[in-house]
């Protein structure tokens, strides 16, 4: 209780023994406010961060301030799941681009191959015509 004088009973003002327990307060915090008259310490970072919003206009964003422990962990799985799905999609898409290059470059080989198997196909007849035209040498 405050006299008329303003001073607690101990003889401090109330705003001075404020900021003596806010400063005790975050003695046992490693984590403390540095916003001027204010002096409160938490003990994670994520805490202060949070808290030193209150001071200033910055709304943070629900990623940025999940609601729980779980949430986060599902938001995280999520992101994980997803991330998975989009390097699963280049890989599939990678293979995809391989295999339509190895079928052009099949497509191009069988039309080489047709192109040598006329001349293949001549040189055969032209072949059987001297073979034949030989042995009929032979037989005279």
Do not use: M, Y
Not at 28 to 35: E, G, I, K, L, T
Not at 104 to 118: N, W
Request: charge should be neutral; glycine fraction near 8%; include cysteine.
């Amino acid at each position: 209780s405050q006299s008329d004088t303003g001073l607690s009973s101990n003889g401090t003002s109330g705003l001075l023994a404020k900021e003596d327990a806010a400063a005790k307060e975050a003695s046992s915090r490693s984590h403390v406010c540095n916003w001027p008259g204010c002096g409160k310490g938490f003990s994670s970072r994520w805490s202060l961060e949070r808290h030193a919003r209150n001071h200033s206009s910055d709304v943070p964003t629900e990623e940025q301030q999940p609601d729980s422990f779980v949430e986060r962990r599902l938001r995280e799985r999520l992101r994980g799941v997803h991330q998975a799905l989009e390097r699963t999609k280049e890989k599939l898409e990678s293979h995809q681009r391989q295999q339509q290059q190895a079928e052009i470059d099949l497509r191009e080989a069988t039309a080489q191959c047709q192109a040598h198997q006329g001349e293949i196909d001549e040189i055969t007849r032209r072949n059987a015509q001297l073979t034949h035209l030989v042995s009929g040498l032979n037989g005279v």
